[in-house]
């Protein structure tokens, strides 16, 4: 049996008032993944808006589902994952955007520009979103318990701050997801990407 911290609690009473959320959650393990983490904007802007008194869903564009597997880099590969998982999916009124994480370093540079190193796993790929207030996951292990990943711990989360995480994401990434993130949550604090 998982055991959580009072932090960690207060996180999953927020996080389950969110039903797209609660749902993906519970049907996620259906998909057969051995490392696999619910996690993004889904995540910390179900709590971003609870703290705001707005609806659980609102401004969250859709519902990263990562997973890690480094034995077929092949598109085909995570293709049927996507496939499988929109059938899992499919009747929420949400878009679920399922990755393979292993296979980050092929596309990414052509996306970002920047180049990435392969990941390690799932947690590997969690550390280098483009701000630390980002950094959350959680998932359901094989006995049914929730596990939370969260690197950066919850006062930047719960203080609604913005803070740079500048160990991949280049600058501009972190600038635009910022502006938009803002206009939707104005009480948001915006640290500066460093010097």
């Not at 077929?72 to 996507?82: C, K, M, P, Q, T």
């Not at 993130?181 to 500066?192: A, D, N, S």
């Amino acid at each position: 049996m998982q055991i959580h911290s009072p932090e960690e609690l207060n996180f999953l009473r927020i996080l389950q008032t969110n039903p797209y959320l609660t749902t993906i959650l519970d049907r996620a393990p259906h998909l057969g993944l051995s490392d696999w983490y619910l996690t993004a904007g889904a995540v910390f802007q179900t709590v971003w808006n609870h703290l705001d008194g707005r609806d659980p869903e609102s401004g969250i564009n859709d519902y990263d589902l990562f997973y890690f597997d480094d034995t077929d880099l092949g598109y085909d590969a995570e293709d049927d994952v996507i496939r499988r998982a929109d059938a899992l999916f499919g009747d929420l009124d949400v878009r679920v955007e399922v990755r393979n994480e292993a296979r980050v370093h092929l596309w990414y540079e052509d996306h970002f520009g920047a180049p990435s190193t392969p990941f390690a796993d799932c947690k590997d790929a969690i550390d280098h979103f483009a701000s630390t207030t980002c950094c959350y996951g959680i998932r359901r292990n094989t006995t049914g318990d929730v596990e939370i990943y969260a690197p950066h711990g919850f006062t930047d989360l719960y203080d609604m701050v913005l803070r740079p995480n500048p160990v991949l994401a280049p600058r501009e990434v972190y600038e635009s997801k910022a502006d938009r993130w803002q206009k939707e949550w104005p009480r948001l604090t915006v640290v500066p990407w460093p010097a």
